[in-house]
């Protein structure tokens, strides 16, 4: 089977012929249709955090495809299912955050294309329990951004607690902002879209944003405070001086709801203003197997669009370039 291969972090990927893996007792083995291609892959084959991956590896966590074959004591899925392989590839199941129900912060988890071989695959084997079913009427071309960016962004909206009414400044409108602006739309926030690229400044109009600030062009925590302030800023672009500025957009109550992960991640908040005007920090990882259930749903039901681009799994590396660049849709896709 062809899989994309970080052999070295910071060099470009190899395209390998690998052994097609046979499922563990409690895994299947899934045939991949569709798998996105989300910013962590590439802070992944660069090295880029603390806790590293070890290459080489296959990276890909919003994989989407349908089940070939069940290991032993697999009774969650049939052969024929349609599942999707996200970032949390296995948790514990048994300590205090998996059991009440924030098992993304399960210190035993594994991380699917990161710790363990992802998606970047025409087959990969993953654990049956956290393989998440994708409903009928999810196409596998929009489950694959949903299982990433879509659940990462929706579990930002609903820790951020958004009230009907508030301003919701949305900073990096890739491919997690892009799915944050609906969100905030669908539970009555007022949006502001933030970039650095115009084409995603439209993107974030036609998908519901009210105002946009192109950050290159203008000052956004000026433009903001126009608008009356931030009552909640979610930080998805990959730059620490981004976080400063939507930090700095807050009013009084704000919240602050860090979800991007710079390679150089610092950012420096005044004690200060953090005091006097009650803000909360908060870092949001990913979602939970029942975050992305209802993120499946929303789309099911009509309510969210995905926008992406399809690509080959042989052109791994300029699509990598692609995204980098910033001139592409919100997402790309690999098709296999
Ligand atoms: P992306 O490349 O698709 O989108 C980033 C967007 O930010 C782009 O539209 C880009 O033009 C914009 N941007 C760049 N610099 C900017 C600036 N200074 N101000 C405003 N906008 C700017 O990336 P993505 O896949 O959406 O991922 C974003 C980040 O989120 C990455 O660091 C990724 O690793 C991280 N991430 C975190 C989680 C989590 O659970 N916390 C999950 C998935 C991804
Ligand atoms: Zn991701
Ligand atoms: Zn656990």
Redesign the pocket.
């Known amino acids: 089977m062809k899989s994309a291969v970080v052999t070295q972090f910071g060099q470009p990927l190899e395209i390998q012929d690998r052994p097609r893996p046979t499922p563990a007792a409690g895994q299947v083995l899934v045939r991949m249709e569709a798998c996105g291609l989300?910013?962590?892959d590439?802070?992944a084959a660069n090295g880029d955090w603390p806790v590293k991956p070890s290459p080489p590896f296959v990276p890909g966590h919003e994989g989407v495809g349908i089940v070939e074959q069940l290991g032993q004591d697999v009774y969650n899925h049939q052969i024929g299912d349609r599942v999707a392989i996200a970032?949390l590839g296995h948790a514990c199941g048994e300590c205090r955050y998996c059991v009440d129900g924030r098992e993304?912060l399960c210190q035993q988890q594994q991380n699917s294309g990161y710790s363990i071989d992802g998606a970047w695959s025409e087959y990969a084997v993953t654990d049956a329990k956290y393989a998440v079913a994708v409903p009928d009427g999810v196409s596998p071309i929009d489950a694959a951004p949903l299982s990433?960016?879509g659940v990462?962004s929706y579990?930002?909206v609903k820790v951020a607690r958004i009230q009907p009414t508030e301003n919701v400044a949305v900073?990096?409108?890739?491919?997690?902002?892009h799915l944050a602006v609906q969100y905030a739309k669908l539970v009555g926030g007022t949006v502001i879209g933030?970039?650095?690229?115009q084409d995603?400044l439209e993107l974030a109009t036609e998908l519901g944003a009210t105002h946009v600030v192109n950050?290159?062009e203008q000052d956004?925590v000026a433009a903001i405070e126009q608008l009356g302030g931030a009552d909640v800023a979610l930080a998805?672009?990959?730059?620490p001086?981004?976080f400063e500025?939507a930090f700095k957009s807050l009013r009084p109550g704000g919240r602050l709801i860090?979800?991007?992960?710079?390679a150089e991640g610092t950012m420096a908040i005044p004690i200060f203003e953090t005091v006097l005007k009650g803000i909360a920090i908060i870092?949001?990882?990913?979602g939970t197997r029942q975050d992305l259930t209802e993120v499946f749903a929303l789309h099911a039901a009509g309510l969210t669009r995905v926008i992406s681009e399809g690509r080959k799994l042989d052109d791994v590396n300029e699509s990598i370039g692609e995204?980098?660049s910033?001139h592409?849709p919100?997402?790309l896709v690999f098709e296999f």
């Open positions: 989300c910013h962590t590439i802070h970032w993304t990433c960016a990462t579990k930002a900073f990096g409108i890739g491919g997690l902002g933030v970039d650095v690229e995603k950050a290159r956004p998805f672009a990959v730059s001086e981004s500025q860090c979800v991007a992960l710079p870092g949001s990882i990913v995204v980098l910033g592409v919100a997402r």
